[in-house]
């Protein structure tokens, strides 16, 4: 049975949920979140030590105004909300990719971030203003700025990732195959599976179903 550590996700189909229940977008992220809680408890549950949610993607600044501004409000919102339980239930919280937003949302991160340090349940690895084409040529410039040999130790130890085992399961939902410029170099060895379920709709007991159908698969790792 195999062991699992790190489950990535990327958490797609809010906005096409919340249109079509409610002609609302922001009301699709919002029950996003519902998900998120559900999928944090069962990770816990199952003893997993890494969750990576991709949650902005550096293409995502394409999108209106409006609905930027309004993810950013939702996740100030719901990290003062929670941040206090998930100190208490001991997970740590990290955020992958550039701060690059509001002075007010930066701190609130980076508080997020120090209060949690030490936490060892579940470390909830956010990618926030995330892409991964980007983090791997910040990587090589990282490299060069300090003379070394460009070797794949070297850039996976220059990583946003770095210290974190690479993901042994991707998922992502909202009946879409592709990987969305997200952790192409973790993931080369990562088993992927796709969800015809938009996030809101997706449940404990379909991931599990992921999980345990992980479990039996015989990695090879380019062996026989």
Not at 5 to 29: E, P, T
Not at 88 to 103: A, D, Q, R
């Amino acid at each position: 049975m195999n062991p699992l550590n790190h489950v990535a996700i990327i958490m797609d189909g809010n906005g096409r949920w919340g249109l079509k229940k409610y002609n609302s977008r922001n009301k699709g992220h919002r029950a996003g979140l519902d998900t998120v809680e559900k999928i944090i408890k069962i990770s816990i549950k199952q003893k997993i030590k890494h969750l990576t949610l991709f949650a902005f993607s550096t293409e995502n600044w394409k999108r209106p105004k409006s609905e930027i501004n309004y993810l950013f409000n939702l996740l100030e919102s719901f990290l003062k909300l929670k941040l206090k339980k998930f100190h208490k239930n001991n997970i740590k919280l990290k955020v992958i990719g550039e701060k690059k937003f509001s002075k007010k949302l930066n701190n609130l991160l980076l508080k997020s971030e120090k209060i949690t340090k030490n936490n060892t349940a579940l470390q909830i690895n956010l990618a926030l203003n995330y892409g991964s084409k980007n983090e791997i040529v910040k990587a090589i410039k990282k490299i060069n700025g300090k003379k070394l040999e460009v070797t794949e130790k070297n850039i996976t130890n220059s990583l946003y990732t770095k210290n974190i085992p690479d993901p042994d399961i991707l998922i992502r939902t909202g009946k879409t195959t592709r990987l969305s410029n997200f952790l192409l170099w973790q993931i080369s060895y990562t088993e992927i599976f796709f969800s015809h379920k938009l996030w809101p709709d997706f449940q404990e007991a379909d991931f599990l179903k992921i999980v345990n159908k992980f479990k039996k698969i015989k990695r090879n790792y380019g062996d026989i």
